[in-house]
């Protein structure tokens, strides 16, 4: 599978290499085809399905317009907490992966006619840092 960035990107700089960042957000687009969405830090992939059967596409979220239906806009929301033990300016993106025959339209329909039952969307990525002492799990 490729992955393209699809221009929705913030960068953080932690205090300190023991803190986690805390990554949310969602993507909105129209296609006319599959694929799927993940979160990179950088250029390396944060989280992904860890279990990805053939030649399946590990990613955070998953969307299909098989229908041909160009008046639809496609949310696919990720959530991801990263330890990247670093002090030094980093960037957190979303990129997306398709099939061959489509076209992804960030925020905004695939249809782009101007008419006033036309939608556009926003896209939106948010980076928290956490310190070591507000993070648990169960």
Request: hydrophobic residues 30%; charged residues 10%.
């Amino acid at each position: 599978h490729t992955w393209t960035d699809v221009g929705v990107s913030v960068a953080i700089t932690p205090a300190s290499t023991g803190s986690k960042i805390w990554i949310t957000g969602n993507l909105s687009m129209g296609h006319g085809g599959y694929g799927g969405m993940r979160i990179v830090r950088d250029s390396t992939a944060v989280v992904s399905s860890t279990t990805t059967p053939g030649s399946c596409a590990p990613c955070h979220a998953g969307s299909q317009n098989s229908g041909g239906h160009v008046y639809n806009i496609m949310q696919s929301t990720a959530n991801a907490i990263d330890a990247p033990s670093s002090t030094s300016s980093l960037t957190y993106k979303f990129q997306f992966w398709y099939n061959a025959s489509a076209t992804i339209y960030r925020n905004r329909e695939q249809s782009d006619a101007d008419h006033g039952n036309r939608t556009y969307a926003a896209s939106t990525i948010t980076v928290i840092e956490l310190s070591a002492a507000t993070i648990t799990t169960s």
